[in-house]
């Protein structure tokens, strides 16, 4: 079955640290680039980062550069975002996407 499952999401304070993950299945992970994209509440899709297929090629958006990073595990099937000294304006349902291939999406809400 060809899926992305996201997880890593959660609550954290603002300044803290989280790591979102996503497991691919179902087709040949080391071909592709994959990309972070966000959705904040009642707002539309904004793309995050990007990452050649291996994993040498990374690309942010300005509002996330220098604070998250992406990466992955061509082993492991896996693609990674590590995220640090987060702010309230990160609060979101991140996607990991892969051409037409969506994850189902991992909440993360920054609160104090």
């Known amino acids: 079955q060809v899926q992305l499952v996201e997880s890593g999401g959660g609550l954290v304070q603002p300044g803290g640290s989280l790591r979102l993950s996503c497991a691919a299945s179902g087709f040949t992970f080391n071909s592709y680039a994959m990309s972070w994209v966000r959705q904040a509440p009642g707002k539309g899709l904004e793309w995050v980062s990007d990452?050649?297929?291996?994993?040498?090629?990374?690309y942010y958006a300005d509002s996330v550069k220098g604070r998250f990073t992406i990466s992955r595990d061509n082993a492991k099937n896996t693609l990674y975002l590590q995220m640090n000294s987060l702010k309230p304006e990160d609060t979101a349902v991140y996607y990991c996407?892969?051409?037409?291939?969506w994850g189902q999406g991992t909440q993360v809400t920054v609160s104090a």
């Open positions: 990452i050649n297929s291996g994993g040498g090629s990374t």
């Open positions: 996407n892969t051409d037409s291939l």
